[in-house]
């Protein structure tokens, strides 16, 4: 599913409202005061019910004669979905939401990795050493590390030809840009050694070097979380 992209009163209502869910600020099974609502956010019926819509399509919401709107069971949320992993990131990076991204891409990358190895072509190539080279022009911008960081990945995952696989990118990048900000936005080693690592693997056609590249690639990326979460030392 496309990522949610409105703006403006009816995309703000949107995101009120999914992260009050997601805070669990609004219990699942709890009716929502449609009334209510439209007062305290203050806007129109239409713009509350076009919102609703929105969560409904994410699995967040459903509406039921006599029961009115209320929210579904977690269970039922859609969580794979790019704007639910990026609004649960915006209430604040929560770790065990850091270490389940970390448990997605240790299955994924590893095997995506693995498969590049045997299936990459020159475009392939081309496209992950384009990212590695905007990589290396992207020191001291965090910014442009996540761009660039983001366009390996995303080349990683289009070098398996498996599209299924290139479909994992709209949860893989939501995560993983959120991640980034974090990890680019403090003191952290140069990444492109570890991704070089796997491009060159790739190259070679060695599908268990690939692997390993990608897994020494990951444990990095645990590394420098780690960094933040550590607790900062007296002065």
């Known amino acids: 599913m496309a990522n949610y992209a409105g703006r403006g009163v009816h995309g703000q209502t949107v995101e009120v409202i999914a992260r009050r869910i997601l805070a669990g600020d609004v219990a699942e099974g709890e009716t929502l005061n449609l009334g209510a609502l439209q007062e305290e956010l203050d806007v129109s019926l239409t713009v509350l019910r076009e919102a609703l819509k929105v969560l409904s399509a994410k699995g967040m919401v459903d509406a039921r004669q006599k029961r009115g709107t209320f929210v579904r069971p977690r269970a039922d949320w859609h969580l794979l979905d790019g704007d639910v992993i990026r609004w649960q990131f915006e209430e ?7 270490d389940k991204l970390h448990e997605v891409r240790s299955i994924i990358e590893p095997a ?11 475009e392939d190539f081309s496209a992950l050493e384009q990212a590695l080279e905007e990589m290396i022009e992207a020191r001291g911008n965090p910014a442009a590390s996540v761009a660039a960081d983001l366009a390996f990945h995303r080349a990683l995952l289009n070098a398996t030809h498996n599209d299924l696989l290139v479909r994992m990118e709209v949860v893989m990048e939501t995560g993983l840009a959120e991640r980034d ?8 080693d140069d990444p492109v050694p570890s991704h070089r690592a796997v491009v060159d693997a790739i ?7 690939a692997e390993a590249a990608m897994r020494g ?4 990326a645990v590394r420098d979380v780690e960094k933040i979460r550590a607790p900062k030392g007296p002065r």
Do not use: F, M
Not at 112 to 122: K, M, P
Not at 181 to 188: I, P, T, Y
Not at 203 to 209: C, G, P, Q, V, Y
């Open 203 to 209: 190259r070679s056609r060695n599908e268990s070097a």
């Open 112 to 122: 995506a990795a693995r498969l590049a190895a045997i299936r990459a072509v020159d």
């Open 181 to 188: 900000r974090l990890v680019h936005g403090g003191a952290h």
């Open 217 to 220: 690639l990951l444990a990095k």
């Open 92 to 98: 604040g990076a929560d770790p065990r939401l850091l």
